[in-house]
């Protein structure tokens, strides 16, 4: 039994599920992983199947009935990896631009260091991004400078998709009330976190685009992390935490 679980969230991901698949359970540190499928036409979950013959006791797979949002195929896994008593729970792509070398820096700074979140960090040292334009760089980066200036947290890459949680930090916050489901998800849940008193701690990493595979970047996705900061803001206002 493993005391960390890494969720994989899928939606047409046949290029690269079994790769990044065995990327994670070739790590020293011995990972369990949940895939949760958003009912992908191109047979990612049906490769995740036939993966679970060799991976019995590590490979865990969900499937939704439909495509539904990052943030709410996340709170499914959180909600099974609690139900499950993992101790560590990490966020990661399945296109490989989230380094699975770099699962351990991150659950080390957590199971040894004294975080109790561990964020993936293309911006803490600089800007850590290879492949892409410079105006999705500068639209991240922005994004992330906004939600400082909003927010009040320290976080220098809020949008970040590459996370270690402490099980006590998913706990402590209520899943049923997260509201968002893309790029403010992540703002969201570390906002929370960070309105709780939790030590958030980044980690360097180098953020590679994805190679196979189409990104799931959206205008709207834009648009509720903008507009969604503020209503965090406003709301935290008048909640005690």
Known sequence: M???LVII?????????EAILRAVFSQDK??????IDDNSPDGTAEKVKSLQKEYSNQLHLLQRNKKDGLGAAYITGFKWALENSYDFIFEMDADFSHNPNDLIKL?????????DIAVGSRYVKGITVVNWPLSRILLSYGASRYVRL???MKVKDSTAGFICYKRNVLESINLN??????YAFQIEMKFKAYKK???IVEIPVIFKDRIKGKSKMSGSIISEAIFGVISLKLKSLFTKY
């Open 150 to 152: 909003i927010t009040g």
């Open 177 to 182: 009330k997260v509201k968002f489901v893309g």
């Open 107 to 115: 659950y080390n700074a957590c199971a040894v260091g004294d975080a």
């Open 9 to 17: 969230p899928t939606y047409n991901e046949i290029e690269n599920i």
């Open 197 to 199: 008193g939790f030590k």
């Open 30 to 35: 011995l990972f369990h992983v949940l895939v």
């Open 2 to 4: 493993s005391d960390a």
